[in-house]
C-alpha cells in the first residue's frame, strides 16, 4: 500500500506558473506509475499527465500539453507536476494517483479506473 500527500496549491494569477508535489510513503515508490488528475467545480475529474515507472516516458492530456511537466525523483519518493502559463480554466483540485503495473514498467496510463491509490488533493485556483 502506498499513501499520496499532495502540495503546491495555491491561488496564482493568470500567467504564472505553480509546482505541486505528491509525496509517497509506504511500498517502494519506483514500483508505481504516477498520475495527476484534476477536478474542476462541477465537472469530471479529468486526467492531467502521467510517467512510467522507468526511462521517464510521460503522457499529457491536449489541454496542459506544453505547459505542463510531469517528472519524478525515486530518490525522494515524489512526483511532481509543473504548470506554466496558467488559466483561469486550470483553476481545480489536482490529485496524484498511483498505481503497480506489474511487468510494464514503462507503461503510463491515462484513465482515472487504472489507477489504485489517490491522494486527497491540493487546491489550484488561477484568477483572470
Known amino acids: 500500500q502506498v499513501q499520496l500527500i499532495e502540495s503546491g496549491g495555491g491561488l496564482v494569477q493568470a500567467g504564472g506558473s505553480l509546482r505541486l508535489s505528491c509525496a509517497a510513503s509506504?511500498?517502494?515508490?519506483?514500483?508505481?506509475?504516477m498520475g495527476w488528475f484534476r477536478q474542476a467545480p462541477g465537472k469530471e475529474r479529468e486526467f492531467v499527465a502521467a510517467i512510467s515507472r522507468s526511462l521517464g516516458r510521460t503522457a499529457y492530456a491536449d489541454s496542459v500539453k506544453g505547459r505542463g511537466t510531469i517528472s519524478r525523483d525515486n530518490a525522494k519518493n515524489t512526483v511532481y507536476l509543473q504548470m506554466n502559463s496558467l488559466k483561469p480554466e486550470d483553476t481545480a483540485v489536482y490529485y496524484c494517483?498511483?498505481?503497480?503495473?506489474?511487468?510494464?514498467?514503462?507503461?503510463?496510463?491515462?484513465?482515472?479506473?487504472?489507477?489504485?491509490?489517490w491522494g486527497q488533493g491540493t487546491q489550484v485556483t488561477v484568477s483572470s
Open positions: 509506504g511500498r517502494t515508490f519506483s514500483s508505481y506509475t
Open positions: 494517483a498511483a498505481v503497480d503495473l506489474g511487468w510494464d514498467v514503462y507503461g503510463v496510463r491515462t484513465k482515472e479506473r487504472d489507477y489504485y491509490y
